[in-house]
């Protein structure tokens, strides 16, 4: 059983930046898994905002299009997801997983709010 554990959430200002993290706990990027990042916003759906393939190809939803970037460390079992000019509309809870999910694997996200 994988654990990924999710960090670099908090407050900041329409326009901002962050940084998101997502640790795996066992060697799993050097497979042929792709990984993605999701958000659930309040009253919504959970949805795919990026993922990113075994070999570093990657797709956004068109939503972040041109401000998100996903990324991949496999020597240190990372994922991350560098979020640039942030919109209120971005305020959500940021969860990686597999590309598809894989619904044992869901963690506790973390909380990304947007707001002057």
Do not use: H
Not at 24 to 43: K, L, N, V
Not at 52 to 61: K, L, N
């Amino acid at each position: 059983q994988v654990q990924l554990v999710e960090s670099g959430g908090g407050l900041v200002q329409p326009g901002g930046s962050l940084r998101l993290s997502c640790a795996a706990s066992r060697t799993i990027f050097s497979s042929i898994d792709t990984m993605g990042w999701y958000r659930q916003a309040p009253g919504k759906q959970r949805e795919l905002v990026a993922r990113i393939y075994s070999r570093g190809s990657t797709a956004y939803a068109d939503s972040v299009k041109g401000r998100f970037t996903i990324s991949r460390d496999n020597a240190k079992n990372t994922v991350y997801l560098q979020m640039n000019s942030l919109k209120p509309e971005d305020t959500a809870v940021y969860y990686c997983n597999f590309y598809p999910y894989n619904s044992n694997a869901w963690g506790q996200g973390t909380l990304v709010t947007v707001s002057s």
